[in-house]
Structure formats: structure tokens, C-alpha cells
């Protein structure tokens, strides 16, 4: 069975650098992935109260008979928890929902920067970090400017901050800003998003063949030499294995360059000043 290779965070808990995506899986479709998932090795999953699927989940995690201690859990909160102690609610919900006493990471789902709330938001969630309930606690969304507020305004480095990112996405700006504040960053959609779209290009079928990997396989590895925490949605338990199975292999430095061919620019990509729940 392969297992992930763990990151340490700035917090000294470790986070597997793949783990699962779940969005847009309902409860009953995200039971069956996260059972296929932990039996084939995955032990990091990603949720969100937006999600709705939390209580699919947890059951899952329980069905697997995967102890608990092994598995990474993240969820996110959305806008309806912004706002001083929101959070407290938002948090215990979710613990609720997932049937377990403490999440691994919690994130602030996006910024919402023009309701000016995610500083106070913040601050909840470092008492909530302290008081154990949530073991490390980061942002998704956020823009350098964001988190340069909450570097200035608050005492607790966010550990990650999950942004939309693949090699047509590279948001490089965005990277090396939370490289340099020990901010490990996470990629989502790191395929492309639902249809998976960077997986057509004719180069990755090239390169499939010299390293007789998939199109996939190769896109989730560039996130892998790249540092990134990565994040793959699959409900289909083939295409799971496929995308765990990247971890006997290294992309060459000349093929990581070649890969640039699929960045589509600073300007691609959604923009989380302008949307957002
Ligand atoms: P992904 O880039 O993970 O792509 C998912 C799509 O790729 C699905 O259509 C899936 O289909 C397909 N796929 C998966 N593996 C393969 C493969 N090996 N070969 C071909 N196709 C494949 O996009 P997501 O947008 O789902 O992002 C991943 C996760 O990131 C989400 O599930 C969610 O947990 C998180 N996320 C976070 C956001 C945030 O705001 N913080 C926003 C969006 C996502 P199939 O299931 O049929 O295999």
C-alpha cells in the first residue's frame, strides 16, 4: 500500500502532502470514496461545511476501521462563521457533523475581504487552536494583502493557505509569499478543476510515455517537486490509486521546465477579492 510522504507545518504537526478532495461528493457518495480511499492508503481528507458532505465524511472514516490518529482532517467554514467568536458555533457544528472530538486543520474558507471580518474570524480560531479542538488552523483564498493583515493584527501564522493552483495556475506571486512566511501552500483543483481540463495537453501524453505515467500522475507530481500540499477529487477508486501512485518516481529538471508551456499567465484563475460564498 503507498502512503503519502508527510510536510511539517510551522505548528510541528505533520500534514500528508496528497490527500483526498470531496468536492462536489454528497454524503452517501463521499462515504464510499473516503472508505476507498483509506483502504487504498490515502490519509489525509479534505471537507468544508460548504460542502455538505461532513456527516458522509466522518461516516466513512468510521466505516474504513482506519484508526483516527492516522488520518488528517481538514474542513473550512464559510461566511456565515465570520465575525468575532462565529467560529466557536461553525467549529462545533462541523465536529458534530463529522462525529469527531477535533479536526486536523481548519481554514477559513475565503477571505470575504470587502465584509472586513476574517482578522476578527482569525482571532477565534487561535483560541480554538488553543483550546484543542482544532489541532492547526490556516486560510484558503487568501492573497498576499490578506495575509499580510493577519500577520500584522494577530499572533498565530496561519500553517497553510489552500488556493487554486496546477500548472496552468501556478500563482507564483502567491507561493513564494507563503514560502517566505512558513506558510505551506495547498493546492485545490489541482487538475484542473471538475473535467479535469490540464490533463489534455499533448505534452503530458508525451511525458506519459517516457515515464509510463498518466497524464495525472504527472500534473500531481509537478505539485509534488513543486512542495505543494496536494489535494486530487476522485470518486472513481481506480482513478484514487492512480493518483496516490506517484511516489516511485521524479520528474526530470528539463521536463518540469517544459511543463511552464501550460501556465496560462498571473491573470488565470479565479480572483478571491471579486467572488466568494
Ligand atoms: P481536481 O483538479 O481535483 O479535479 C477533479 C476532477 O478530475 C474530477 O472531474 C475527477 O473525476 C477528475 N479526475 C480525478 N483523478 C483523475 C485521473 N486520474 N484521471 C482523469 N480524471 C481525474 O478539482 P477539484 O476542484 O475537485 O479540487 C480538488 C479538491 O479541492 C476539491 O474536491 C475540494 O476538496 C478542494 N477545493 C477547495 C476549494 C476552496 O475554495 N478551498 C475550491 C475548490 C476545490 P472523477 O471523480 O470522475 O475521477
Known amino acids: 500500500m503507498t502512503l503519502s510522504p508527510l510536510i511539517t507545518l510551522n505548528d510541528g504537526h505533520s500534514i500528508p502532502q496528497l490527500g483526498l478532495g470531496?468536492?462536489?461528493?454528497?454524503?452517501?457518495?463521499?462515504?464510499?470514496?473516503?472508505?476507498?480511499?483509506?483502504?487504498?492508503?490515502?490519509?489525509?481528507?479534505?471537507?468544508?461545511?460548504?460542502y455538505g458532505n461532513e456527516e458522509g465524511v466522518g461516516n466513512g472514516?468510521?466505516?474504513?476501521?482506519?484508526?483516527?490518529?492516522?488520518?488528517?482532517?481538514?474542513?473550512?467554514?464559510?461566511?456565515?462563521?465570520?465575525?468575532?467568536?462565529?467560529?466557536?458555533?461553525?467549529?462545533?457544528?462541523?465536529?458534530?457533523?463529522?462525529?469527531?472530538?477535533?479536526?486536523?486543520?481548519?481554514?477559513?474558507?475565503?477571505?470575504?475581504?470587502a465584509r472586513d471580518d476574517f482578522v476578527s474570524t482569525?482571532?477565534?480560531?487561535?483560541?480554538?487552536?488553543?483550546?484543542?479542538?482544532?489541532?492547526?488552523?490556516?486560510v484558503s483564498n487568501f492573497k498576499p494583502a490578506h495575509l499580510e493583515r493577519l500577520l500584522a493584527e494577530t499572533d498565530v501564522?496561519?500553517?497553510?493557505?489552500?488556493?487554486?493552483?496546477?500548472?496552468?495556475?501556478?500563482?507564483?506571486?502567491?507561493?513564494?509569499f507563503n514560502a517566505g512566511h512558513g506558510i505551506v501552500t495547498e493546492s485545490y483543483s489541482p487538475l484542473g478543476g471538475a473535467g479535469a481540463s490540464v490533463l489534455t495537453a499533448p505534452l503530458l501524453r508525451q511525458l506519459g510515455e517516457k515515464y509510463?505515467?498518466?497524464?495525472?500522475?504527472?500534473?500531481?507530481?509537478?505539485?509534488?517537486?513543486?512542495?505543494?500540499v496536494v489535494i486530487p477529487k476522485s470518486g472513481n477508486p481506480e482513478r484514487m490509486r492512480e493518483n496516490l501512485d506517484i511516489f516511485d518516481f521524479s520528474l526530470d529538471r528539463q521536463d518540469l521546465a517544459e511543463l511552464a508551456i501550460l501556465d496560462e499567465g498571473p491573470g488565470a484563475g479565479n480572483d478571491s477579492d471579486a467572488t466568494g460564498h
Do not use: M
Open 122 to 138: 482569525w482571532k477565534t480560531f487561535e483560541r480554538l487552536q488553543a483550546e484543542g479542538k482544532v489541532r492547526s488552523i490556516g
Open 61 to 113: 472514516i468510521r466505516a474504513s476501521g482506519v484508526n483516527r490518529s492516522e488520518i488528517f482532517v481538514t474542513t473550512k467554514l464559510d461566511g456565515q462563521f465570520q465575525g468575532e467568536d462565529r467560529a466557536v458555533a461553525g467549529l462545533e457544528g462541523s465536529l458534530t457533523r463529522l462525529g469527531l472530538d477535533y479536526v486536523d486543520l481548519l481554514l477559513i474558507h475565503w477571505p470575504l475581504p
Open 212 to 228: 509510463d505515467k498518466t497524464p495525472a500522475q504527472l500534473v500531481l507530481r509537478w505539485h509534488i517537486e513543486k512542495g505543494l
Open 157 to 176: 501564522v496561519p500553517a497553510v493557505n489552500q488556493i487554486q493552483l496546477s500548472p496552468a495556475i501556478t500563482r507564483e506571486a502567491e507561493r513564494e
Open 22 to 50: 470531496t468536492w462536489p461528493l454528497d454524503d452517501e457518495q463521499v462515504t464510499a470514496a473516503v472508505v476507498h480511499a483509506l483502504e487504498a492508503g490515502y490519509r489525509h481528507i479534505d471537507t468544508a461545511v460548504k
